[in-house]
């Protein structure tokens, strides 16, 4: 990968915050939030995490990442943060997502080799067009093989 995709777009995605789906994930984190557990209370909010779940939601196309060559036995998942204007999205509320390549940068590995790190960034807007929240995820290309 070279820094020439900095800047490359995906097709903007659209993701609904379901309770249901809120309250799945809540308890697959393990929340002992009784916000997102209670039975017969719907919950007003989603935990700060649950964006991440908009990956299921989002097609090839909408990857700023689709054609471009990766070998994924070197793919690691770096990071990833979530930052917001005001509260999580409640349950109920449509997003229009759309991701794009941040940065590309490298960095000697400790065990010898390059690493290419790649940062996208995912903005998730309401249907007014206001930012919601924003995904920050690093993903990581090692030179070689884990284990090599």
């Known amino acids: 990968m070279d820094k020439s995709i900095e800047g490359r777009h995906g097709k903007p995605f659209r993701v609904v915050v ?3 789906k809120v309250r ?10 009784p916000a997102y ?7 007003t909010t989603s935990p ?4 991440a779940s908009s990956a299921f939601w989002q097609g090839p196309d909408s990857s700023p990442l689709s054609g471009v060559e990766l070998n994924w036995a070197r793919i ?7 930052t ?9 509320t449509e997003l ?10 490298e960095k000697e590995g400790k065990r010898g080799g390059t690493m290419t790190f790649v940062d996208v960034v995912t903005e998730y807007r309401d249907g007014t067009g206001a930012l919601v929240a924003e995904s920050r995820s690093t993903m990581i290309e090692t030179s070689q093989a884990p284990g090599s």
């Open 48 to 51: 700060v995490t649950f964006l």
């Open 18 to 20: 379901e309770e249901g």
């Open 96 to 105: 229009t997502a759309q991701a794009r390549v941040d940065r590309v940068f």
């Open 37 to 43: 557990l209670a039975d017969g209370q719907p919950p």
């Open 84 to 92: 917001f204007p005001g509260p999580p999205p409640a349950p109920g």
């Open 24 to 33: 799945e994930f809540a308890r697959a984190v393990k929340s002992s939030n």
């Open 76 to 82: 690691l998942h770096g990071e990833q943060e979530f």
